[in-house]
């Protein structure tokens, strides 16, 4: 059965929706700094492998293109994921499309996505998180399309989808498996018994294996992670819910929910029952395992797309003004939420009004020129001749990423952690005249250390509450054995 391919092909507003939001996301990209995963990111792009601890290769890849193209150049960076957001306002409308939408409905669906808290929070930083939201959508786009079309080739372009996706995130294994138990339970289930099929399957898996031979030769590490994670289980569970409200927005929320009921419940929508299967499982196994409630946001843009059809009918039913006042709620509605999702307010801002709590990322992208500039006085003030035996230990990677990225300028040597892969990377070379330790446990170094000094706290200088705010910089000494023969009890997964 031919699935019902929708509307007009045209969606120029909807490229017009991508351009403005990818105009949006480099307006603000160069504001406050790099975040500390991306310094992360780029430290591991310096040590490329198969696979690292705590994600595959795909996105250190993308930070290790982008600091190489743009030396440094914030907009630059971050040039590929706006990108990547533009590309998913386009396609949210072409599923719209393929769903039945009109050419109203697919601007609408457009819309929605580029207006979504979720989504411009994300486009800001080079993350896994971006590339997962797009490939969702596209997964969705393309096997719809081969559904409408009867053309099972498309199983390859969407096993290639996936490989990639599974070399990003290992986040969009909700969301094949239950697209596969969606389409089992529908009447296309036959377009699972091909040969296309096991050819894209084939296809994701040869692109995911390199990350899986590296997990297994490393004792699976993220698995690790992911056993750490369980430790804020409770606490996800607890704010789940209304942080799917918050974070794509309380205008936004029942457009999505009627998208669902539509998928879920609406003869018209019968062909694409699947989609309901896809999305909501996902948000249900990821409430049950208590993961970030940020994992199944993908799935809004689909259930957006599901939208269009009503949306559409509801909108035309109010004549010229209706669609006019709908957008401008909407557009205002964003233009509201557009500060907790990117930095579009000074830094200082989040002094009084801490909007990190609501958005943990805002400012994890302050500070860390000059955190580098505190270590690099203590460094400095070491007698020349023992600098060459002298260690920068950091309690986390975005400490050990900002030493590495900003370092160089001040005539630092490269810095070590206990953190996910930069413990891989250790441990020092022999053992160390002084350690300069930033944000290390005093009793662990007490533990390694004859002495342990304090030798400054960290103030980013406008009195943001972020995680390196207030954190303790020692100045150690009289080493315990070498490090090689303590660095296990450095390492920390997390």
């Known amino acids: 059965m031919q699935t019902h391919l929708g509307g007009p092909t045209r969606t120029n ?29 780029i430290a591991c792009a310096k040590h490329l492998a198969l696979g690292y601890v705590d994600q595959p290769v795909f996105t250190p890849l993308i930070a290790g293109a982008g600091n190489a193209l ?6 630059g960076f971050r040039l590929i994921p706006a990108i990547s957001f533009a590309a998913l306002v386009i396609v949210t409308a072409r599923l719209a499309r393929l769903l039945g939408a009109d050419r109203l409905g697919q601007a609408m669906a457009a819309l929605c996505a580029a207006l979504c808290g979720e989504y411009i929070a994300a486009a ?28 099972r080739r498309h199983w390859l372009l969407i096993g290639l989808v996936t490989g990639i996706a599974l070399e990003n995130k290992w986040n969009v294994i909700f969301f094949i498996g239950s697209l596969g138990l ?15 099929f096991v050819g894209g399957a084939a296809i994701a898996m040869a692109l995911w294996l390199p990350d899986l031979i590296w997990q297994a030769q490393n004792g699976w590490p993220q698995l690790q992670i992911f056993h750490a994670l369980q430790s804020d289980a409770a ?21 999505w929910l009627v ?10 929508a019968e062909p694409f029952r699947f989609l309901a299967w896809a999305c909501g499982l996902p948000l ?3 409430f049950i395992l208590g993961g970030k409630p940020y994992y199944p946001g993908p799935a809004f843009a689909i259930l957006f797309a599901a939208s269009a059809v009503p949306l559409s009918r509801f909108l035309r039913a109010g004549g010229h003004l209706r669609p006019a006042a709908v957008v401008v709620v909407l557009v205002v509605a964003g233009a509201i939420e557009a500060p907790l999702a990117v930095p579009v307010l000074p830094a200082q801002t989040l002094a009084h009004v801490q909007l990190q709590k609501i958005n943990y990322d805002l400012a994890e992208t302050i500070g860390w020129r000059k955190q580098v500039a505190q270590i690099a ?4 003030s070491i007698p020349t001749d023992q600098r060459a035996k002298t260690v920068i230990l950091t309690g986390n990677y975005g400490e050990a990423g900002a030493v590495d990225q900003y370092g160089p300028n001040y005539g630092l040597p490269q810095a070590y952690s206990g953190q996910n892969n930069f413990w891989l990377w250790g441990p020092p070379p022999g053992t160390s005249d002084w350690v300069i330790a930033v944000n290390v446990d005093p009793a662990l170094l007490g533990r390694y250390f004859r002495r342990v000094t304090p030798a400054g706290i960290f103030n980013n200088g406008i009195g943001v509450s972020d995680d390196e705010q207030g954190v303790p910089i020692f100045l150690c000494s009289g080493q315990k054995g070498n490090w090689a023969g303590i660095w296990s009890a450095f390492r920390h997964y997390d």
Request: aromatic fraction near 14%; charged fraction near 15%; glycine fraction near 10%.
């Open 13 to 41: 507003f909807a490229y017009l929706i991508a351009a403005g939001a990818l105009l949006l996301e480099l307006g603000v990209a160069g504001r406050y700094g790099f975040h500390r995963d991306e310094l992360y990111f």
């Open 70 to 75: 743009f030396h440094g150049s914030l907009v």
């Open 124 to 151: 800001h930083l080079v993350s896994p998180t971006p590339f997962d939201q797009l490939a969702w959508v596209v997964i969705a786009w393309l096997t719809v399309r081969m559904l409408g079309s009867g053309n």
């Open 182 to 196: 969606g389409l089992l339970l529908s009447p296309q289930r036959r377009f699972l018994r091909s040969w296309w």
């Open 235 to 255: 606490h996800n569970r607890e704010v789940y819910i209304p942080a799917q409200i918050i974070y794509v927005g309380p205008v936004l929320t029942p457009i």
């Open 259 to 268: 998208g669902g009921w539509r998928l879920a419940r609406s003869a018209d």
């Open 284 to 286: 249900l196994m990821i």
């Open 377 to 380: 006085a203590i460094y400095h």
